[in-house]
């Protein structure tokens, strides 16, 4: 029987609650598939980084590398000044093992309700592939002393380094600045995903979001390698749409969309989005992916502190992010289990946690999908 390692970090807030449910619905589909997970927790997040300052470790980053993916919760605490946890371990994780997809899937569930007017789940059914590693989120700026003021910025990426030896001279009051990054060889290889994606899919559309008219260094260099990407994809119709211009159109026609490639930070945004046109932050999964390497599995939504040990928050999106993760590690069929339950359990409407409308709590919503696999 084959065995998988995953690391298992459930994080903060609902996070525990929420990954104890997805991994209770992976435990009965390996059952039902035949195949064996082997779990190793991990305590990164907020009480850890309380306790003992430490948001991550090499020795655990190396075992993490061994393993065949990681499973994540949320991060991010009230305790703890925002950015720390999110940056010090989400985004470290992301960069440390290259996952540059970000990969999230939105998708209406029959029996979902749609905030959009007369939309159904054949309208809302597309990918957004969001770019990683790179953009506004390298995390490179700084505040700018009035006068004369010398700054080293450094970002280090496993396809490059890259240092800004900046002299600046101010005579404003406050100024501060943030520096955005994109490589040609990381916006190619995320660019090409998203068309293999389109591919395997046998979608016909790849879209590519920017702001061009205005960030014309960093979307111009996107662009230009979007056009010679497309070269080797003859048969499928290519696009771009401004990332202002696509937030309205994802509301007015989201039928039209079939792939959609977005820098890091447009990515980010639009995703949001699109949770909620798929019915909820509740329902949306997202995968850190690294084809050749290690990916990461989550919810996109946060760790949503005020409802932590509550037992009320929906496991949907944690549950289906595992369905994720079994699809890249080569249990097509457990995560085609995994969506399939969490369809069926939504359609019955019988179990239905708080933001779907219903009074179930997080376990109910976990035991009703394993429920339905084990059948
Ligand atoms: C997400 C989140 C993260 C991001 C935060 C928590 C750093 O919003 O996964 O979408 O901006 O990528
Ligand atoms: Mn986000």
Not at 4 to 24: M, Q, R, S, T, V
Not at 90 to 119: M, Q, S, T
Request: with cysteine.
């Amino acid at each position: 029987m084959k065995t998988h390692n995953i690391a298992l970090l459930p994080g903060d807030g609902i996070g525990p609650e929420i990954i104890a449910e997805g991994k209770k619905v992976i435990e009965a589909v390996a059952e039902k598939e035949r195949f064996k997970i082997k779990w190793r927790p991990y305590p990164f997040g907020a009480d850890h980084y309380l306790a003992t300052k430490e948001l991550l470790n090499e020795d655990a980053l190396k075992e993490m590398g061994k393993m065949d993916a990681i499973y994540l919760g949320a991060l991010g605490d009230p305790r703890v000044q925002p950015g720390i946890l999110e940056k010090g371990v989400l985004l470290a994780l992301r960069f440390y093992f290259d996952e540059y997809v970000n990969l999230r899937p939105i998708k209406l569930l029959e029996g979902v309700e749609c905030p959009l007017k007369n939309k159904t789940p054949k309208d809302i059914d597309f990918h957004v592939v969001r770019e990683n590693t790179e953009d506004f989120y390298v995390g490179i700026g700084g505040a700018i002393p009035k006068g004369k003021s010398k700054q080293l910025l450094e970002v280090k990426r496993t396809l490059y380094n890259v240092k800004f030896n900046l002299d600046i001279e101010a005579d404003g009051d406050e100024l501060a600045y943030q520096i955005g990054v994109l490589s040609s060889k990381g916006s190619r290889r995320v660019i090409k995903y998203a068309f293999e994606l389109a591919k395997k899919k046998h979608k016909t559309r790849v879209t590519a979001v920017d702001k061009a008219n205005v960030l014309s260094n960093i979307y111009g260099l996107w662009r230009k390698v979007f056009e010679e990407v497309k070269k080797d994809y003859p048969g499928m119709e290519t696009e771009y749409n401004f990332v202002d211009a696509i937030t309205m159109w994802f509301v007015k026609q989201p039928e039209y969309y079939q792939v959609v490639v977005a820098p890091n930070m447009f990515g980010d945004i639009i995703t949001d989005l699109g949770a909620m046109i798929q019915g909820g932050l509740g329902l949306a999964p997202g995968g850190n992916i690294n084809p050749d390497g290690i990916s990461m599995f989550e919810p996109i939504h946060g760790s949503a502190p005020k409802y932590k040990g509550m037992n009320r928050a929906n496991p949907i999106a944690t549950i289906w992010a595992g369905a994720l993760m079994l699809d890249e590690i080569g249990q097509e069929k457990g995560a085609n289990d995994i969506v399939k339950a969490i369809e069926e359990v939504i359609k019955e409407g019988k179990v239905r946690t708080k933001d779907l409308g219903g009074t179930a709590t997080t376990s109910d919503m976990g035991d009703a999908i394993t429920g339905k696999i084990s059948e």
